[in-house]
């Protein structure tokens, strides 16, 4: 195609807005302003040449010299159409670059004086490179763009002339005016392609970004389109069939189980937030499955259901009267505690902790708590918990995550206000996995349980209306803020006389029925059962009795089932045949009294007992060797005690200078269980000045007390217990501090008619009661 070229140096002007005419561009304009139109008129009346340049701002409705570029485009005027509203649509060709040196202004039209402004060009092997770089990516670019007109790429074919291949390229660019005024005005070739060859590496980069960002956008939302479609078809086919889809029918009976349920606002739109999130997941994902799991607890525990209590004082009596025998104090304390429910119903009530011995009755007092009130009974076992994740229960982010032990104690009871069993608060630990107690703190005050807390059900649960019972063996290992919580209530444990009642009227009888036994069929003698209690277990509580006469039972079953109806008494004569050899003697006190050999009381897990201390001296320094596995403040007691004596030697009949001969020894037997405790102060001290001495102590005499360097015997706890555990070692005779006597009183009445107290002040007074041939003084 042959160059043309623009053949005036001074022509008629008008500026253009947001357009760029490149020559050889064929480019169709409307044109509506004054000056402009003035211009058009002029050249259309003379050879239809005029001079265009672009304005740097388009907003700017009357442009100076100054806003517009001074390199434009000379132009012929092609076609004419003057519209109805004065305006002209007039279509353009470009002929040819020229630069505007000046403007011939006045207020009805502009002129331009211009000159050509030719391009720089030396073919070379560089800039046929380049020509071909710029075909290829406009190629590309107008397989990204589809705006780009087809006829523009055929175009390229026949172009060998890089001027021209620019024009065709920037022209059907869509790229800012600025970008285009910048390849206008620029006249080397070279330059001109390297920068045009980099607006279209970035527009096909931002091109390609932008397809692969609608591509997957688009296969999106065909994708969930398309899941939409097909489950609205699977919908309508189960409905068709009389079905109904999974994912419908588990919210469906989500929703209906929600009828009619007063549940609190908070647990509702928990509900109905967990329902949306099901909705938008697939049935088959492992989290749908997490999600419905923690609904169903949700709707499974009774925050709207809770028992009336059915409150009489009398029948409750009875119910305790029926179910346990004596505990004359505990019963009193549940009784005044279910008359006060009575008067006040919603009364925050104390959390009661049944304190004593293995098999003494604490978790069934538990259940006739519950029987009298009408309520539901829960009970969990905290025996050996040591993370607090079973107290509180896991967060939902766990597999396998669960709600903690007392929530599902909750649940399990199925209403709110169940009496609740937490067995065995004292072997609760801590590890790394957290403290279980501080969970329980919490739970166990009635000031702040109205909204407990567990991590998996993420809702505040009320509760105020449980009433917790705690149960322990002893009360050390219970944490100090947690026993604060707690009323404690002792079972010390039972006497011989109370076992043999407790056998008669509860043991027996339950025990006939359960093997299928009528009361006829069998007859223990009141001998036979003592001697069961003295000779096969030594226990506070009653579980190896009841193990004992259990086992008797089913062998007397046994024979029944062989040989039909029979009748068999139990003796003391035939009771081995049944139950096999003793495991303990008769007797559990010595059978003689020794020298260096005192009776001590203790209290154990097992509830009260006995321990013998030993004490022997042998030629030495004046050593003291103790040994016994005992602990620090059982050492103490002992050196307490050989320090008072080496003081008072003389006045207490021993050798002043013992310790200058002798070394002394002290033993306390069982040394494979741990001892502890001030309290054996004043059972060591009689047992060294025995055998300083060389006076026996009487068998027949048990003491408990602390002692001091001055000889004073203080007070100790645990009366009760090593009182009964004394009587049941046979023993009678007790010493006591002084400060104990008070404690007498929460002695059965049977047990203290039958033992003798001295009650002492002064360990000096122990020694007129325990040596033999010593004088001695009842009080």
Known sequence: MNERNFQKSYAPYFPLRGIVIFPHMVVPLIVGRPKSINAIEEALSTDKLIVVSTQKNGLIEEPEPKDVYDVGVGCEIIQVLRLPDGTYR?????????????????????????????????????????????????????????????????????????????????????????????????????????????????????????????????????????????????????????????????????????????????????????????????????????????????????WDKSTVDTIDVKKAQEILDKNHYDLKDVKERILELIAVKKLKSDVKGPILCFVGPPGVGKTSLGKSIAEALGRKFVRVSLGGIRDEAEIRGHRRTYVGALPGRIIQGIKQAGVKNPVFLLDEIDKVGADFRGDPTAALLEALDPEQNNAFSDHYIELPFDLSEVLFITTANVVDTIPPALLDRMEVLTLPGYIDEEKLQIAKKFIIPKQLVAHGLESQ?????????????????????????????????????????????????ITEENLRKYLGKPEFERESQEKKSLVGVACGMVVTLAGGDIVYIEATKMPGKGSLILTGQLGEVMKESAQAALSYIRANAEKLGVQPDFYDKYDIHIHVPEGAVPKEGPSAGITMFVALVSVLKGVPVNKDVAMTGEITLRGRVLPVGGIKEKVLGAYRANIRTIILPKANEIDIEDIPEGVRNNIRFYFIENVEEALNIALENEHREST
């Open 521 to 569: 069929d069998l007859v223990i003698s009141d001998k036979a059962i003592l001697k069961i209690i003295n000779e096969y277990t030594r226990e506070a509580g009653l579980r190896n009795l009841e193990r004992s006469i259990t086992k008797i039972i089913r062998k007397v079953a046994k024979e029944k089932a062989e040989r039909g109806k029979i009748r068999r008494r």
């Open 90 to 302: 007039i279509i353009v060709e470009g002929i040819e670059r020229v630069k505007i040196k000046q403007f011939d202004l006045s207020p009805t039209i502009w002129h331009a004086h211009v000159e050509p402004l030719k391009s720089v060009y030396e073919p070379s092997t560089e800039t046929e490179a380049l020509m071909r770089l710029v075909s290829d990516k406009f190629a590309l670019y107008s397989e990204l763009n589809k705006k780009v007109p087809q006829d523009a790429i055929l175009s390229l074919t026949n172009i060998d002339s890089p001027d021209r291949l620019i024009m065709v390229v920037i022209s059907n660019l869509f790229v800012s005016v600025e970008e285009k005024q910048k390849i206008l005005e620029t006249t080397d070739v070279k330059e001109q392609l390297k920068y045009l060859h980099e607006i279209l590496e970035r527009e096909n980069t931002i091109l390609e970004i932008s397809r692969k960002i609608d591509e997957e956008v688009r296969n999106r939302i065909e994708k969930s389109q398309k899941e939409y479609f097909l489950r609205e078809k699977l919908k309508e086919i189960e409905r068709e069939l009389g079905e109904e889809g999974e994912g419908a029918g588990t919210i469906s009976e989500i929703k209906n189980k929600m009828k009619g349920r007063k549940l609190p606002k908070y647990v509702i739109d928990k509900i109905n937030e967990e329902l949306e999130k099901l909705k938008k997941i697939p049935p088959m994902s492992p989290e749908s499955g997490v999600i419905q799991n923690y609904i169903d607890w949700l709707l499974a525990l009774p």
